[in-house]
DNA sequence: GTCATTGCAAATACTTTGCAAATCA
DNA sequence: TGATTTGCAAAGTATTTGCAATGAC
């Protein structure tokens, strides 16, 4: 299941972010981009990169993750002071967050309508405006 | 500015928060409640408590902020993954963010109308939804 | 062979915990 | 005085840096 062609398109990733094709980072990138969509904190990928047999340093990880990130490749998402989010999806969108997993979706740009953002002030521009919707169970026993 | 009201105002406020009137959380409260809504990390504040004179470990300042938190004194806004920034504005309300400085500021939460929100999933619900708009400076060269 | 680039140990930044000391009834 | 609570040193997480080793050309 990770014939010629996947591999082909990983290293035609990273040759297009211009970062060479080392072991580690080839690694990373099949687990980010071979499925779809996905959000992932450094620990969360280190471990599976762990589990798929490849050695590798925790901080490689994160070198790893933000050079993804400064070529396009990834997005940060802000949702959590203690831990820093990746999301393979770097189209403009917003998020979901279950408050007791730290599991996070999608919500497509388009999908919500924001008015009344108020002007960015003199000489000050909006970069973006980000939504997080945090859900979590709901109290079951409500008289 | 001073007086004997204001140092009543504060203690009556941790009373109502059931936490005892230490020479630190005097000192914290008065920074924090004094003036109007603001937004402050740990850091911040406890530089602030130094430079009255206040001496006091970091950890205090970190410890008090979660108890101002869980007597909704305060309430905590995520938009940095890298610090926490509490706000003594416990309304509901959303954040511009200055990404170049880290200056937050509030936007009322009935500014902004927000529709298409999703529904929350079965057995969830929504705890609350939260915009941060990022600004920066503009790009003064814009051809 | 050269030299930009990598990968990771060690350092740093931020936050929380555990417990001796202080405080109140 | 004894139970409770406090304040902070030390420990714990999360992340970044600096540089020896590597690998592309």
Redesign the interface.
Known sequence: MNGVLSEIDLLGLLDSAKMRPTRQRKALAEILFKAGHRHVTAEELHREACSGGIRMALATVYNTLHLFTRAGLLR?V????????FDTNVSHHHH?L??QTGQLSD?GEE????????E??E?????????????????KEKL
């Open positions: 940060e802000t949702v959590d002071s203690g831990q820093r989010y979901i279950n408050e919500i999908e919500l309508l924001i008015s009344g953002l108020p960015a002030s000489g000050m521009e909006i970069s973006c405006v980000d939504v997080v919707v945090r859900v979590r169970l709901a109290d």
